[in-house]
């Protein structure tokens, strides 16, 4: 019996981003993205294993090695738009928040429960792990384009950020690549 069910959910790949190992949080506009097992090859978010930080320091002191469940960071277009309308902007440059993928359709994108599975249609599947909380990385980004609005950022994000996600089965994706959802079949917990 299958554990994870089809929705009737797909997203569009509306842009793709590819942030630099080494640098900022600044992802680089692409058409395409080659996606391994460790993520994508040279990014800041590559890699099997990393070390932990304040997402888990109620687990593991700061830089022990862990799993790399948070190789993409997976933002919805609409979400995005939210964002930038409480911020006041007309509108806000993925790059500037370190996105690996924006897509377009998928409702209440953030929420999605962990372990969901996003799919294209040659096989490329990324796993969710979790909501990305904001943080002031990318307020920093947004405050040197836009002066003034950086520490708007965090706020307005809450519960918009998208989710953090890591690579199951690898291959590309390619702006305008749709994205089927699958959630696991259980129900919320309620302890």
């Known amino acids: 019996m299958a554990t994870l069910k089809l929705t009737e959910h797909e997203g ?10 080494g640098g900022t949080l600044r992802s680089r506009p692409v058409e395409r ?13 590559e890699g099997e294993n990393r070390p932990s930080c ?37 509108s806000l440059d993925p790059a500037l928040l370190g996105a690996s ?6 409702p209440d994108f953030t929420h999605l429960p962990p372990s969901s599975r996003l799919q294209s249609t040659g096989g490329t599947t990324l796993t969710v792990d979790m909501e990305n909380l904001p943080c002031v990385l990318p307020g920093r980004e947004i ?19 998208g989710v953090t996600a890591w690579v199951e089965r690898p ?8 994205l089927r959802l699958f959630i696991p079949s259980q129900r919320p917990w309620n302890p």
């Open 12 to 21: 569009e790949v509306v842009w793709l981003g590819h942030v630099p190992a």
């Open 33 to 45: 993205l080659e996606l391994g097992f460790n993520g994508v090859s040279g990014g800041r978010h």
């Open 54 to 90: 304040s997402r888990v320091l109620n687990l593991y002191p700061r830089d022990t090695e862990i799993r790399n469940v948070r190789q993409l960071t997976i933002l919805s277009e609409e979400e995005l738009a939210g964002i930038a309308a409480t911020m006041g902007e007309d």
């Open 101 to 106: 993928i924006v897509l377009r359709g998928i």
């Open 143 to 161: 405050e040197a384009v836009h002066p003034g609005k950086g520490a708007a950022f965090k706020p307005a994000a809450e519960g918009r950020r």
């Open 171 to 178: 291959g590309p994706l390619a702006l305008g690549d749709r």
